[in-house]
């Protein structure tokens, strides 16, 4: 089998569980970690693309996923830091129930 | 003559180990070759290991005026077999309502994590297991990993003593890190590569009879300072052990361990003491570079361990001699004293590095250099005033 | 494919199944941190030494380590109190393997187009430097700048305002 479609194949798997645990959790954090999960998978990608696409750019895969980590990782702290201010706040998680943009 | 031998010798063990490989057909030989290594690596770092402890038991108690250990075994140099019998022969207590798998896998992926940073470390010329690239990151990374298995043990355990000493763990160790990483960077730019052997080999170079090792220039002498300091928090060593403390919080996040894990915990922080001082030996002390030029028919991983031990020295001196640091007082002492002095201390690696070669860069450097340590210095050790201690939870 | 490829992708679906439907919010964060860790072997088995190392020092070293503080200073610790799925789960079930659908005929349709150069592109880490402070200074500095931001926001959102709003 052609190793890329093994790498696509695994990045995409990944893509779907993350993005189904993104919408079936209740708890914020879960969502968030669901949302790292689709990065990876993307990075994944781009990493697979590089490594057996053609080479015009030898560098362009790598630099966008080493700069989308870097991304993942400002957005984690930021959506976490959002999910404590939102539990001081509400003082539970169920993230159903918070459909209103009142307190 | 005395040229090719000191040769042989110097590679001696690599010598052997091809002998060993050269009998198995060439399909399994670089499989071979790895495991060798490993093996190689598993046996000498805990028997180093068991070394180091006696020293630092039998240290830190002249220090205190005491003898060390000395029943077993002549000056009591046979104590760790004594420990390891002791070790395995205790109950392994596994409290109720831990949460077993996580419990019982945290020494393990500590172990594993701590391990797996010795797979970079040049002991010796041409004698490092992997020549990566990014051989500093690999370390870095693997040092990264830890905290995580010291998190998971201090949760697992469902203690909220076990809790606050792997927080107060984990926080140290991710501040530490920092400090860690920026100082090696120094290193790299100086050096031009972040694989271990080519910054070894770029500091075997000798002017005159004295060494080019890093620690000899200014910058350099900064940032082994930084990663001393640094490395001395990471690995949780005194006098940055209050996540551990014994008269603190009575062992932190391994309260819960006893037996042969607690054992596990206990190699896995001396492993990580030896393999810091194997990084700060291959960034700054030179690696396997004899101190003087004439000193370089003996073999390479003499001198390696030589430094090793010496950095290992220093590390049990100054866990005899220094008081715990305060959480508050540590974490202040990361973020806002060594935290812009290492900033600077690239700065003044770059200044160096484009000053050209003369007296003048290093009038400049060190003067840069210690009027930052003198005012980050200053501004750190202004009188505080303690009011009401106040918490942030997030309710 | 070689067997090794398999055992990491299966260690890595297998995490972030584990990290989607388990029950404790501190088990769900350790299953993906093996996920991170599956997937840095991965980027470490398609050559990309750098990609492979900065994933395991950023996401395991301090996306995990974030995301365990968080749980942590939530109090969502202990045992789940309430449901730990929504309601509306069938629906993002449904709508996730649609996705995957979609994604998998796409991949399958083109399989036979696919690049498979078999030498991997020789980079060191001198060459990513290089590219770093050369052709992508801008995204780098751009990065520098919404790294500041995140801090600052970070910071600013979840710090509790002594004597400020509750």
């Given at each position: 089998m052609n190793p890329l479609a093994a790498y696509l194949a695994v990045?995409?798997?990944?893509?779907?569980?993350?993005?189904?645990?993104?919408?079936i959790r209740r708890n914020p954090i879960i969502v968030l970690i669901g949302i790292e999960l689709m990065l990876n998978a993307a990075n994944l990608n781009f990493i697979a693309f590089w490594r057996y696409g053609?080479?015009?750019?030898?560098?362009?895969?790598?630099?966008?996923?080493?700069?989308?980590?870097?991304?993942?990782?400002a957005e984690a702290a930021v959506g976490l830091g959002l999910v404590i201010a939102i539990y001081r706040h509400a003082q539970t998680f169920a993230l159903d129930k918070m459909n209103r943009m009142k307190g | 003559m005395h040229g090719a031998l000191a040769a042989n010798v110097d590679q001696i063990f690599i010598l052997l180990r091809d002998w060993v490989v050269s009998f198995l057909p060439a399909a399994l030989r670089p499989f071979a070759n790895a495991v060798i290594g490993v093996v190689a690596i598993i046996g000498v770092f805990p028997s180093m290991f068991a070394l180091v402890v006696v020293l630092e038991r039998k240290g830190v108690g002249r220090i205190q005026n005491r003898y060390g250990p000395n029943r077993v075994g002549p000056y009591g140099l046979l104590q760790p077999i004594a420990d390891g019998i002791k070790a395995l022969i205790k109950e392994d207590i596994v409290p109720s309502r831990a949460d077993a798998l996580v419990h019982f896998l945290a020494p393990l992926v500590l172990l594993i994590t701590v391990f797996m940073g010795y797979a970079v470390l040049p002991v010796g010329r041409n004698m490092e297991l992997v020549d990566m690239d990014a051989g500093l990151l690999f370390f870095i990374a693997m040092g990264a990993a830890t905290e995580l298995a010291v998190f998971m043990a201090g949760w697992s355990s469902r203690n909220k003593y076990s809790l606050l000493g792997a927080m107060r763990a984990v926080a140290q160790m991710i501040s530490y890190e920092v400090v860690l990483l920026l100082s090696t960077v120094t290193v790299v730019m100086i050096s031009g590569s972040m694989s271990l052997p080519r910054i070894v080999e770029a500091q075997n170079r000798y002017t005159?009879?004295?060494?080019?090792?890093?620690?000899?220039?200014?910058?350099?002498?900064?940032?082994?300072?930084?990663?001393?300091?640094?490395g001395m928090a990471e690995?949780?060593?005194?006098?940055?052990?209050?996540?551990?403390?014994?008269?603190?919080?009575i062992a932190g996040y391994h309260i819960e361990y006893s037996g042969f894990k607690f054992a596990i915990f206990f190699i896995g922080e001396y492993l990580a003491m030896i393999s810091m001082s194997g990084l700060g030996t291959t960034l700054f002390l030179g690696g396997w570079s004899a101190p003087f030029s004439f000193l370089t028919w003996m073999p390479s991983w003499f001198w390696f361990f030589a430094k090793v031990f010496f950095c290992l020295i220093v590390y049990i001196w100054i866990r005899g001699t220094m008081p715990r640091v305060r959480q508050?007082?540590?974490?202040?002492?990361?973020w806002k004293f060594l935290l812009p002095f290492t900033l600077l201390d690239l700065l003044v690696t770059a200044l160096w590095r484009f000053m050209g070669e003369g007296w003048l860069r290093w009038v400049v450097t060190t003067a840069i250099l210690v009027a930052a340590w003198v005012l980050l210095g200053s501004v750190e050790s202004r009188r505080r005033h303690f009011g009401p201690r106040r918490y942030r939870y997030a309710e | 494919m070689s067997p090794v490829f398999y055992l990491i992708s299966a260690i890595t679906l297998a995490g972030s199944l584990a990290a989607m439907l388990l029950q404790r919010t501190v088990h769900c964060a350790l299953a993906v941190t093996v996920a991170f860790a599956g997937l840095a072997l991965l980027f470490l088995s398609l050559d990309a030494e750098f990609a492979g190392l900065v994933q395991i020092l950023i996401y395991i070293g301090a996306v995990a380590i974030l995301v365990i503080f968080a749980?942590?200073?939530?109090r969502s610790a202990g045992a789940p109190r309430g449901e730990v799925f929504s309601p509306h789960w069938k629906a993002g079930v449904a709508i996730a393997a649609v996705l995957f659908v979609v994604l998998g005929g796409a991949l399958l349709r083109s399989i036979a187009v696919l690049p498979h150069e078999t030498a991997a592109?020789?980079?060191?880490?001198?060459?990513?430097?290089?590219?770093?402070?050369?052709r992508y200074v801008l995204p780098l500095e751009i990065m520098a700048l919404l790294l500041t931001a995140a801090t600052i926001g970070g910071v600013i959102i979840a710090v509790l305002e002594i004597g400020g709003e509750k």
């Open positions: 990045a995409a798997l990944l893509f779907a569980i993350g993005l189904a645990g993104a919408l053609p080479h015009p750019e030898a560098l362009t895969g790598m630099i966008f996923a080493i700069f989308s980590i870097a991304v993942a990782a | 005159g009879v004295f060494p080019n090792w890093y620690v000899f220039t200014p910058w350099g002498l900064a940032a082994c300072v930084m990663f001393v300091i640094a690995t949780n060593r005194s006098p940055f052990d209050v996540p551990e403390g014994e008269s603190e919080i508050d007082q540590l974490m202040n002492f990361a | 749980i942590l200073l939530t592109p020789a980079v060191t880490m001198r060459d990513i430097g290089n590219a770093i402070v050369g």
